[in-house]
């Protein structure tokens, strides 16, 4: 910003910064003109410029008239964002011939857009180092210049970064992270290097108690304590400059911009939870000043499992802090750049009106997926004028320049039925979304208005536009596995009349049934199910429109329409098969005494929530533990109930309970033995059998029908279940004894286990890691890794011991170990989940006699293949290793349990089942 003033004197000019300390630094180096004078770019007799502070806010226009003296004036944004007035604000933004944003990753936030809406256009000049927000809101402009954090690296200008990684318990970690940290220091300092320390936590209440820690083990390197409710800040940073402090305490950091390069020793009590504020914290420790500054430390806990996705290849043993740091920043400032390079490639159209009370800026935009589809080999957008209703009044438009898309806000005014009141009226928004598909020949076109689809735009714009619809719409439903339709809207066609009815939850099996009558068809249906392995939701009517539930941004919006567009042009979707095998709820009046259960998991609800923030606890004790810590297991059902149990540990039952229907409510679940049990969820906590009130867990039966809660949900047509041969895999047990499963029992290794025979295995097959998990809420038995290339092979293994004198005889051999391998599959879409689900039992199942449950590897190899999974695939494979089952003398009870577990796992995750077995 200083060259920028230097080079083009657009004067005055105007820096607008978020805090107090980074408005006076800045003022001071534009005063000097920084290095600019020092590196021989400006000659000596260039006068320094004169530079004005706003310290208040302007409150008439005589206090503006320092811009009529001033070559550049430094504000903070609490001077001129929202409270000053619009009159006072237009006349500041005339008095200006050039604006700069320091710290631009602020400018979605309220206070910043109202203030570049003033200025717009007055040239603007925005840096940041972070231009990507943990809230997910896009830093508009466009990208001139971007510095990789590598590239000022071999500059010379950031120093390098040394990780000094700790593996221990979180409730030793705070002591020696300050011990590691503060040996750092001393010997920084005894080699000459002009250092501090700065600890960073993530609370006032968390420095408070570290600080208590430094201060007994460095008391003679005076810890200063700063944060936001301290009186004595200003005192405490003068110690830190001066060096009568050597280690600083704070919350966060020192605030945005904060410049001491001689902070070099970084303490890392509480992770960061995004790289946004990673960067700016990092930053603070690699800018280079003065001879007596070495390079960077950073000593942080990798045995923290509480990290995002994003960060764990930094927070995790040997990690190149130097080449990771600099690949992410890249990345994420790609990602940026590419959906700011489509934005800034979108021409706003429209003459809008600066006064406007409401502005529409095309980086908020976030529509939920919806679209309908039309045939057309042409688009012309600029004539979507011709095509709108007169009702609708063009508020924006824009189009995009390098593909055939255009997207515009409508607004509606109607007078309301309830007033004749003149003005009071109704108003409505809607956006448009217009994107001609030239491979497809297809036109999307998205309106969150669904009064209508809009054939006429359609023409406008395409010329001939021929909406597709009826039946073809259902194959919007294809390829997506165990679909369970929510809603069904169905026409009954009778001589005289026309009459419709939607019908929901249970009752979709009778609307399925009148649709297969000649005087009844579909008209609309919405579900879920499984599709490339995840939870997808779908929605589509004969009328022409698909939806889902999703909603994100246009580029987004628009690859959704193109995987939709597909799936309607393709001729192979078979929509009776996919009716047909359409997953039916019915309430139920008794439990289906008959059925065998598969498996029992819990709610679906707890699924998409990490497993570390759900923990279970008795009441009358304060020790909870983590959700993985448990499982639940079947334990009998009669048509009147179903009894479970939460089991712990070494098959320890904490408490029982029972599933019964209820008049009123349609079930309840009661806890009939056991001390009451709590459930907390992040921050909410209540008795686990009122829980389970209100979120059943899931029965799954081997016929692959569910029950959840009073309903069952089972296909309409089940399909016959096959087993291939090739499936199974006879081992020769020689030496096992057929009795005993677990490796570990009793305070002692048996290496005439079940487990130990296929450990060994996978052992030999140079697995990277193989882990043994069992034990209560396990992922499986066995998880073993391996890198292979550029996949990841992730192999989930579940062992059984034969429960009879010979192999096949017991149907119960089959049905205990496939539902352990069907409760397994939601690891293989949630590979991070997976590696901390292992670490974290890692840490809490270590005893004196048994110090690690890794059979091969560490936690430094788990969390170096969780860093190559950025970039790898997994292919993922589940097995069972029974031996009670025979290859050669299966019974069909047990190839009927089989061929369920193998069909879900096939559905759903899209894994084939393999079965280790005697011969």
Known sequence: MLAALAAYAREPMLVVVPWDALRAQTANKFITFGLLRAIGVLPSDVPNPIVGIIKKRPKTQADLLMFEHCNVVVATIGSIGTGLPAALLEDLASRCKALILDEAHHVPATSWTHLKDAFRGVPTLQFTATPFRRDTQLVDGKVIFNYPLGAAQRDGYFKPIRFEPLQVNPLEADQAIAEAAVMQLRNDMDQGFDHLLMARCSSIARATIVAEIYQAIAGDLSPVLIHSESDETQVRLAALKNREAKIVICVGMLGEGFDLPQLKVAAVHDMHRSLAILLQFVGRFTRVAGERIGDATVVANIGDKNVSDALERLYSEDADWNLILSEMSSTAARDHAELVAFLHASKRLDDHDQADSIVLSPHLLKPKFSTAVY?????????????????????????????????????????????????????????????????????????????????????????????????????????????????????????????????????????????????????????????????????????GRVWSRDQGSIPALLTWCQRVGTKLLDNTINIENIIANVLVPSEVEEFPA?????????????????????????????????????????????????????????????????????????????????????????????????????????????????????????????????????????????????????????????????????????????????????????????????????????????????????????????????????????????????CRHLLGREERLKTLARPTRFFQGNAAKLNELLRQSRFKSIVAEVLIAQPGISAASRSDDQDMVIAAAMVYLKETIGCDLQIICSP
């Not at 499982?631 to 009669?638: D, H, I, M, P, R």
């Open 375 to 543: 045939r057309a080999t042409a688009f012309a957008g600029e004539r979507f004028h011709s095509g709108l209703p007169a009702n609708l009044k063009l508020q924006a438009v824009w189009q995009h320049k390098e593909s055939p898309t255009l997207y515009f806000v409508t607004r509606a005014e109607s007078r309301v039925r309830w007033t004749n009141t003149k003005g009071v009226l109704d108003c409505e928004w809607a956006l448009f979304v217009l994107h001609h598909d030239v491979e497809r020949g297809l036109l999307y076109l998205s309106s969150t208005d669904h009064d209508s689809l809009f054939p006429e735009l359609a023409e406008a714009v395409a010329g001939e536009a021929v909406l597709i619809s009826g039946q073809q719409m259902f194959r919007s439903l294809g390829h997506i596995n165990r679909l369970m339709l929510q809603n069904i809207g169905v026409k009954k066609h009778g001589r005289r009349n026309l009459s419709f009815a939607m019908y929901s939850g249970g009752d979709v099996d009778e609307a399925l049934g009148l649709t297969e009558r000649h005087n009844s068809v579909k008209n609309n249906v919405s579900g879920t199910g499984w599709e490339e392995g995840a939870r997808v939701s779908v929605g589509c009517s004969v009328k």
């Open 594 to 834: 008959d059925k065998i259960v598969l498996a029992i998991e819990w709610p679906a609800e707890l699924l998409g929530i990490a497993e570390e923030r759900i923990v279970l606890s008795p009441t009358i004790q304060e020790d909870p533990q983590p959700l993985y810590m448990f499982e639940l297991e079947f334990v009998s059902l009669t048509a009147a109930s179903l009894q479970f149990a939460l089991v712990a540990g070494d098959d320890t039952m904490v408490g029982e309970f029972e599933l019964r229907l209820d008049a009123q409510l349609g079930f309840r679940v009661l806890q009939t033995s056991g001390d009451p049990l709590t459930i907390t969820i992040g921050k909410r906590t209540g008795r686990l059998d009122e829980y389970f009130c209100s979120y059943p867990p899931l029965i799954r039966f081997i016929d692959l029908s569910e029950l959840d809660g009073n309903l069952l949900i089972q296909p309409r047509n089940p399909r016959e279940l096959t087993l291939d041969a090739a499936q199974f895999e006879a081992w020769d047990w020689n030496g096992v004894d057929l009795t005993k499963e677990s490796y570990w029992k009793e305070g002692m290794g048996r290496k005439d286990s079940i487990q130990w025979k296929v450990a060994q295995v996978y052992m030999a097959g140079n697995f990277d890691v193989v882990f043994d998990d069992d034990s209560a809420g396990e992922a499986a038995d066995l998880v073993c890794l391996k890198e292979d290339g550029d996949v990841i092979r992730l192999a989930m293994i579940h062992c059984k011991f034969s429960g009879a004198t010979t192999p096949g005889e017991r149907i119960k051999d089959a049905v205990e170990v496939c539902s352990q391998a069907v409760r397994s599959a939601k690891w293989k879409w949630r590979f991070a989940d997976l």
